[in-house]
């Protein structure tokens, strides 16, 4: 185990809706990435957070956006839901932002109908 | 074009023999290599990291990097039924990116 929890492991949501997906760091971990993984895909970089502040960002439009907080903790939320938007969600966090060496957590799944 | 290219598999290989598992990548400026194993429903879980070129060994697990080739692979010796799974190639540029590979297939049969 990693030691990187997210919450809820599924969910089922509506077009349009919105969604907010939470991640809990392993502790002393200051930087947490968010990717999206689509069925038979690597995961897709969707953006970093460092000390509270974004760090870096894919290419994935504003209606993603992010929050990451002193305890170790951090939310995804995606705003007005579409049906592409159905995938894996990772978190990995890390112990620095330059350290690529990333511990993921379980996964959320997604489901857009 | 894509980013970080590996061969999607299915890779089979017996039991006991060495797998051998490739990458390539389009960003020359990108610094720092990664392989992470992923069993089916599971989440990405890092075996290997590499950051310079040659050989680097982790008990069953060699990655080797070709920055001129923009060429990483990853050799696992011994296979085991236990090590099927989809590897993913994983490269990172200067900010901090982390772009995967779709991932190659590997099946070892006992």
């Known amino acids: 185990e990693t030691g990187v929890t997210q919450s809820p492991t599924h969910l089922i949501k509506t077009r349009g809706q919105q969604v907010t997906l939470r991640c809990s760091s392993q502790?002393?971990?200051?930087?947490v990435s968010w990717y999206q993984q689509a069925l038979g895909q690597g995961p897709q970089f969707i953006f970093q957070?460092?000390?509270?502040?974004?760090?870096g960002r894919g290419n994935f439009p504003p209606r993603f956006s992010g929050l990451q907080f002193p305890n170790y903790s951090s939310e995804l939320n995606v705003n007005a839901l579409e049906l592409d938007d159905s995938a894996l969600y990772l978190c990995?966090?890390?112990?620095?932002?330059?350290?690529?060496?990333?511990?993921f957590g379980p996964g959320t799944r997604l489901t857009v109908t | 074009q894509k980013e970080v290219e590996q061969n999607s598999g299915p890779l089979s290989v017996p039991e006991g023999a060495i797998a051998s598992l490739n990458c390539t990548y389009s960003?020359?400026?990108?610094?720092?290599f990664f392989w992470y194993r992923q069993y089916s429903g599971k989440s990405p879980e890092l075996i290997m990291f590499?950051?310079?070129?040659g050989d680097k060994e982790d008990g069953r697990f060699t990655a080797q990097l070709n920055k001129a080739s923009q060429y990483v692979s990853l050799l696992i010796r011994d296979s085991q039924p236990s090590d099927s799974a989809t590897y993913l190639c994983?490269?990172?540029?200067?900010?901090?990116?982390?772009?995967f590979g779709a991932g190659t297939r590997l099946t070892v049969k006992p």
């Open positions: 990995a966090s890390s112990y620095d932002r330059d350290s690529g060496e990333q511990y």
């Open positions: 502790s002393g971990h200051n930087t």
């Open positions: 957070y460092y000390r509270e502040e974004e760090n």
């Open positions: 960003d020359r400026g990108s610094q720092s």
């Open positions: 590499i950051y310079s070129n």
């Open positions: 994983a490269v990172m540029a200067d900010n901090n990116d982390m772009r």
